[in-house]
């Protein structure tokens, strides 16, 4: 009896010990297939031009010298600002209709017509922060290989969270020395790790905070910095090639100690490590300090990324980022015509800490720049009432001595031990401001508070602003310049009226800047 039921149970155990085997069978040559595609996929570049373009850092490397643009001006800004005793329209008899040549071929200057009744606001530069934004963000990630091993990092960008993914075949630690091999073996290690799906969603947070090139680029670059490690080659090489996909003109350049990343930009730098490789200038330059120089000498490949449509990192200024505020007051203080006044202005510390790393472009970013919604509106609300019912004249003789005396001056060696141009809320926010940084913050005011048309005028070691005063023109110095008369006011020559020029620079000739990026 017991030996025929195990007779009819042998079949039923013989066919689970089958379907078993089968299965394990199966689930092991699913596996091998998903592993041989896996690899297979981390295998592959990503495009024909990756491919190309490794091909090619495989090749011959050229050393070349290196360079540092120079300072816009010719000689040394004065320690000390001069000083009339008492302010008039003008101490001394001008050059009157000097025409200006133009040196350098300028922009026409923007005119903004404002009135007293005129809403007090401008272009809404800061966008909204995103809702929920100190709860942080998180960007959709959808790798193209589903089963890859993906890691989770919590980025804090100018104070909100970001968190982000990416493949963890994405880390790797280079040999050393560096050279053109290790460079090449980086660049192909990143662009067959199916990079498009990490890039999407670092677009996705750009979008989300409107971050302009820079703010872009300085993201990657602190991404890299936690993938990598801060200040290590491999976030660097990471920096250069998140760019390259994302579309700037970008190159790497290696000595022995160090890689470096050259980046073409628009406007073009000052004070800033660059070289010349066809005709186009990259210059060495971090999102994250300023004033880097590298050294003398570097290595750097000799074609170009195959695409033909790669740009220049834009370093516009006419929009914020949507970061969260950090507000803190700075009062104000001027006299003018035996009246004292004093006010607080708002700031925004997030805005100081964004521009803190913005390498000293080309002067025309900062008086194309659009001042900060809420510093700009609250300094109108203020400034405002004392212009009420003025004369245009009247109007630019006030913003002229609240820019002159409410700021203090120091030359940018002096307060920052090197050179920094300003942008217009920097100047109210840092204890002190030279003269462009003044030019840019009083040609601010006088565009939009009082609507009237600027020139800006560069000495060898001086820049300043004239005035064209369409109705009731005033005397003193002035410069004929497109069939117009601009009448000099100079915010870094305390006390000066309208049309009196600095002792040190009456016999030169300035140049028109150029605003054309």
Not at 113 to 131: F, G, H, L
Not at 316 to 326: G, H, L, N, Q, V
Request: hydrophobic share 30%; net charge neutral; aromatic share 14%.
């Amino acid at each position: 009896m017991r030996h025929s039921a195990f007779s009819y149970l042998r079949p039923v155990l013989l066919l689970v010990v089958m379907f078993f085997t089968l299965s394990l069978t199966a689930n092991s040559q699913d596996f091998e297939e998903w592993k041989e595609n896996y690899l297979q996929e981390f295998k592959d570049f990503q495009n024909k031009y990756d491919k190309q373009f490794h091909k090619m850092l495989q090749q011959e490397w050229t050393n070349l010298d290196v360079n540092i643009s120079p300072d816009p001006y010719k000689e040394n800004k004065p320690e000390r600002p001069p000083t009339v005793e008492e302010p008039s329209v003008s101490d001394s008899k001008p050059v009157p209709n000097v025409s200006l040549t133009n040196k350098e071929k300028s922009s026409p200057p923007v005119t903004k017509k404002t009135t007293d009744t005129d809403e007090i606001t401008v272009e809404n530069r800061k966008k909204a922060p995103p809702a929920n934004l100190q709860s942080g963000l998180k960007p959709t990630f959808k790798p193209t290989v589903e089963k890859a091993d993906v890691t989770t990092k919590n980025l804090m960008f100018f104070d909100v969270p970001i968190r982000y993914r990416y493949y963890t075949a994405f880390q790797k630690q280079i040999d050393k020395p560096v050279n053109k091999k290790v460079i090449s073996n980086f660049w192909k290690h990143l662009s067959t790790k199916d990079y498009p799906p990490f890039l999407n969603q670092i677009k996705q947070v750009q979008n989300k905070l409107s971050l302009n090139d820079f703010g872009y680029a300085q993201l990657l670059e602190n991404i890299g910095e936690q993938i990598y490690g801060k200040d290590t080659p491999e976030s660097t090489l990471f920096a250069w090639f998140m760019l390259t996909q994302s579309g700037f003109n970008t190159r790497i350049g290696y000595n022995q100690e160090n890689v470096y990343l050259l980046i073409q930009t628009t406007p073009r730098l000052f004070n800033t490590t660059y070289f010349t490789m066809k005709g186009t200038k990259y210059y060495a330059i971090s999102f994250n300090e300023t004033n880097n120089k590298a050294p003398s000498k570097l290595y750097t490949y000799k074609g170009d990324y195959p695409k033909s449509d790669m740009k220049a990192l834009n370093l516009s200024a006419t929009d914020f980022p949507a970061f969260p505020e950090k507000p803190m007051n700075k009062t104000m203080s001027f006299s003018y015509k035996d009246t004292s006044y004093s006010f607080d202005v708002p700031i925004n510390q997030q805005v100081i800490n964004y521009y803190k790393n913005y390498p000293n472009a080309y002067l025309g970013l900062y008086f194309n720049s659009r001042m900060d919604t809420t510093t700009y509106n609250q300094l109108a609300r203020s400034l405002r009432p004392l212009l009420k019912g003025k004369s245009d004249f009247e109007k630019v003789s006030i913003l002229l001595r609240f820019v002159q005396t409410s700021l203090e001056y120091k030359t940018d060696q002096q307060q920052f031990n090197k050179e920094k141009y300003m942008f217009p809320e920097e100047a109210l926010y840092y204890p002190a401001a030279d003269c462009e940084d003044r030019a840019a913050l009083f040609a601010y005011l006088v565009e939009h508070l009082v609507g009237l048309d600027y020139i800006s005028l560069r000495y060898p070691n001086h820049l300043t602003v004239a005035v064209h005063f369409p109705e009731n023109p005033p005397e003193g110095t002035h410069f004929n310049y497109r069939g117009k008369s601009y009448y000099m006011a100079d915010p870094t020559y305390i006390n000066a009226g309208i049309g009196m020029v600095m002792p040190s620079i009456k016999n030169k000739s300035p140049e028109i800047m150029d605003w054309e990026m």
